[in-house]
C-alpha cells in the first residue's frame, strides 16, 4: 500500500497529480490547507495538500509502499495527537443531495471526519501500552510475549464487535489486515492500514442521478416506520429550493392515509405536484404529465416483507417503468432494526429490484455496524443517512470516513 501527499492551488489540482503520479484508483485520505513559506509568501493564497492511499499488490513493491505509508502514518499520529486542541469543523448542512459529480467529490467531501482523533481506541491503547512495571514483569513470564500489533488487533476485534459488526465480517477485515502486516509493525501503522482498507470496503456512495434524458423517476420502498416520507420530504426539498430542478411528488401508499396527506403537505409546502396513484396506469399517467420534470419521487406502501401478495403489487408497480423511463430504487432502512430483521428485509426486496440503501434515525443509536454488515452482505452502494426529523437539514450524503471513524471508537 502506498499513502503519500500532493501540493496544488486547489484540490482538485492536488488530486490530479496524484491521479497522474499513482494512477485514478487513488483513495484520499485527508485534505489540508497549507502556507507557503517565503518572504512574501504570505500574501500569496495557501496552497492545498492532499493525503492518498493506493493499495498495491505487486510484491516487488513492498519496499516503496512501507516507506510511504510510514509517511503517512506520521502524518496522521500528528493529526490524532494535536486533535484534542483542535475544534471539529461542522459538516456542511446544506450539501447537495444529487450525486451528478459524485466520481471523486463523496470521498474527499467529509474529509473533516479524517482530522478528528479516533478518541476511544486511541486511549485504549495507549493504556494497554502503559502497563505498570509490575504488570510488565508479569507479562514478560508468559511464554508467548504479546506485541504491539497483536494487542491493537484484538482491540480492533473487540471494537468492530461492540459496534455491532457481524462477527463473520469482523473476522474477515482482521484476517485481511493481519495478511499485510509485517512482524512486529507499529500499531499505528496497522491503524492506517486498518482504516483505509474499512473504506474502501464501503465504496463510494451513489446518491440519485440525474436522466441523460429526460425526467428520472426514483421510487423508495422499504419497511413501514422507518421514515421514507420525511425522507423524500427531504431530498425534495434539496432539489427544488437548492438545485432548483422540477420535482413532482406521488405516493402508491394507499394503505396510510396518513402517510398520503404527510406527503401532500411536504408538496404544498414547496409548491410542486402532488397525486396519489392507486394503479398501474395511474402512475403511467403521471409520467406523461410531468415528462417535463427532472425528478420524480414516488413514496410507497410500507409492507411486512413476509406479505406475498404486496410484495408482488409492489414489483409490479416498480417494473411498470421499465423500458419507459430511467429509474432508481432506493430501499430505505432504521440503523436501529435489528440486524436479523434487516438482513430478510433486505433479501425480500432484492427480489423486487436492485436497490441502493439509505440509512435513517443515526441519531437514535450508538453502533454503525450494520451500515457495514448490509453493504458487505447485499452489495448495494450506500447513498444517503438521515439524523433526524427536521427537514431538510437533517439528512447527508453518506460518509465512509466518517462511518469507519466510528467504527473503530472513535467520537463525533
Do not use: W
Not at 468492530?160 to 485481511?176: D, G, K, R, T
Not at 409520467?287 to 409490479?316: C, P, W
Request: glycine letters at 4%; aromatic letters at 6%; a negative charge.
Amino acid at each position: 500500500m502506498i499513502i503519500k501527499k500532493f501540493l496544488g492551488k486547489t484540490e482538485s489540482e492536488a488530486v490530479e497529480i496524484a491521479k497522474k503520479e499513482l494512477g485514478a484508483n487513488v483513495v484520499v485520505m485527508n485534505v489540508k490547507s497549507v502556507k507557503r513559506k517565503g518572504l512574501f509568501d504570505f500574501l500569496k493564497p495557501q496552497m492545498v495538500e492532499v493525503t492518498v492511499a493506493l493499495e498495491e499488490e505487486a510484491p516487488n513493491h513492498e519496499k516503496a509502499a512501507s516507506a510511504d505509508m510510514k509517511a503517512a502514518v506520521s502524518a496522521i499520529s500528528e493529526v490524532v495527537s494535536n486533535m484534542n486542541n483542535t475544534p471539529v469543523q461542522q459538516v456542511e448542512a446544506q450539501r447537495t443531495v444529487s450525486a451528478a459529480n459524485q466520481e471523486e467529490a463523496p470521498v474527499r467531501k467529509e474529509n473533516n471526519a479524517i482530522e478528528e482523533k479516533l478518541d476511544s481506541l486511541q486511549s485504549l491503547i495507549e493504556q494497554q501500552l502503559q502497563k505498570p512495571e509490575e504488570e510488565k514483569k508479569e507479562e514478560e513470564k508468559e511464554e508467548e510475549e504479546v506485541s504491539e500489533t497483536d494487542m491493537f488487533m484484538k482491540l480492533l476485534h473487540t471494537t468492530m464487535l461492540e459496534n455491532e459488526v457481524n462477527e463473520v465480517y469482523a473476522a474477515q477485515i482482521i484476517e485481511e489486515i493481519e495478511k499485510v502486516n509485517k512482524p512486529n509493525c507499529p500499531f499505528d501503522f496497522a491503524l492506517a492500514n486498518t482504516y483505509q482498507k474499512m473504506i474502501l470496503k464501503f465504496g463510494k456512495p451513489a446518491g440519485i442521478t440525474p436522466s441523460e434524458k429526460g425526467v428520472k423517476v426514483v421510487f423508495f420502498v422499504g419497511p413501514t416506520g422507518v421514515g421514507k416520507t420525511t425522507t423524500i420530504a427531504k431530498i425534495a426539498s434539496r432539489f427544488q429550493v437548492d438545485e432548483k430542478k422540477k420535482v413532482a411528488l406521488l405516493t402508491a401508499d394507499t394503505y396510510r392515509i396518513a402517510a398520503a396527506e404527510q406527503l401532500r403537505t411536504y408538496a404544498n409546502i414547496l409548491e410542486v405536484p402532488f397525486r396519489v396513484v392507486y394503479t398501474v396506469e395511474e402512475i403511467e399517467q403521471a409520467l406523461i404529465d410531468f415528462k417535463e420534470y427532472d425528478y420524480i419521487l414516488v413514496d410507497t406502501a410500507g409492507h411486512s416483507y413476509q406479505n406475498a401478495a404486496q410484495k408482488e403489487n409492489m414489483t409490479r408497480f416498480i417494473h411498470s417503468m421499465d423500458d419507459k423511463v430511467e429509474k432508481e430504487v432506493f430501499l430505505v432502512l432504521s440503523a436501529t432494526t435489528k440486524y436479523k430483521d434487516l438482513i430478510s428485509i433486505a433479501d425480500s426486496y432484492k427480489e423486487m429490484a436492485d436497490y441502493k440503501l439509505i440509512f435513517t434515525k443515526l441519531d437514535e443509536t450508538t453502533t454503525l455496524g450494520n451500515l457495514l454488515n448490509l453493504k458487505l452482505h447485499t452489495g448495494a452502494s450506500l447513498s444517503y443517512v438521515t439524523h433526524g426529523q427536521n427537514v431538510p437539514d437533517d439528512i447527508e450524503n453518506f460518509n465512509p470516513q466518517k462511518t469507519v471513524k466510528r467504527l473503530l471508537g472513535g467520537k463525533n
